[in-house]
């Protein structure tokens, strides 16, 4: 099967997941949060009592064992599965972010999701969501996007989300974690998140959520003009 792939890459808050969702509905492509994977390992790693700065101890865990799934239900909406459990709801925390961004910096974790990732983009037509998707995981997708906007923009759109969860923190909290990955997974030296050369820079500060979805559409559409 000839599939189309769409890779979207950017910092944290960037608004990457919620627009990435909402553009593969409409074009009814899969969306693939690599995000949520690094998460899922994240937690798996936490309830091991691994504490963040111990990437000896992640090592022995990346096995077969470790079965971390993707599956979509009726509406299409991402549920991760660790090992079977739906962890969805567990790894959008504070914690679970800055333990996402430790394992992810570990070459070794990378390398086990990497083939999980491109066989989902062989299989279906994916809006891929991450930060080394246009320069690793898929280097000739269709339409790259390197999508982001100011810190603050992004430090106050995540500070709603995490509020409308219940989640008592801070703009200055969430600002300064958010600065914290973002320096984290931009100055790692495996897969940084960096703009790959043939991605389309949007950057979504100024605009709304519709805009945005309405960019990135046409971006593709355009794409795929180009390409008939
Ligand atoms: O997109 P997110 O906030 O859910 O990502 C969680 C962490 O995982 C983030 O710190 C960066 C990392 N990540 C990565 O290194 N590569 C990806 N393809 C996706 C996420």
């Known amino acids: 099967m000839n599939t189309i792939a769409v890779a979207i890459d950017g910092p944290s808050g960037a608004g990457k997941s919620t627009i990435a969702r909402a553009a593969a509905k409409s074009l009814g492509f899969v969306y693939v949060d690599t995000g949520a994977m690094y998460r899922t390992i994240g937690l798996a790693v936490s309830r091991q009592g691994i504490a963040i700065g111990e990437?000896?101890?992640?090592?022995?865990?990346?096995?077969?064992?470790?079965?971390?799934?993707?599956?979509?239900?009726?509406?299409?909406?991402?549920?991760?599965?660790?090992?079977?459990?739906?962890?969805?709801?567990?790894?959008?925390?504070?914690?679970?972010?800055?333990?996402?961004?430790?394992?992810?910096a570990i070459p070794e974790v990378r390398a086990f999701l990497l083939e999980a990732q491109r066989s989902m983009a062989r299989t279906h037509n994916v809006i891929m969501d991450g930060r080394d998707i246009g320069t690793v995981i898929l280097p000739d997708a269709r339409v790259k996007i390197f999508l982001t906007a100011s810190a603050q923009a992004r430090a106050q759109r995540r500070l709603i989300e995490l509020r409308e969860k219940g989640e008592d923190v801070t703009f200055d909290e969430v600002l300064s974690d958010m600065e914290q990955r973002d320096r984290q997974?931009?100055?790692?030296a495996a897969a940084p998140l960096r703009q790959a050369e043939d991605a389309v820079l949007l950057d979504t500060s100024e605009l709304t959520l519709e805009q945005s979805i309405d960019a990135v559409l046409a971006l593709i559409r355009t794409a795929g003009e180009e390409k008939k």
């Open 55 to 104: 990437p000896e101890k992640v090592l022995p865990m990346l096995t077969d064992s470790l079965r971390i799934e993707l599956s979509y239900d009726a509406e299409g909406v991402q549920h991760v599965l660790l090992c079977g459990e739906d962890v969805s709801p567990l790894i959008r925390t504070p914690e679970m972010s800055m333990y996402a961004s430790f394992v992810s």
């Open 185 to 188: 997974d931009a100055e790692r």
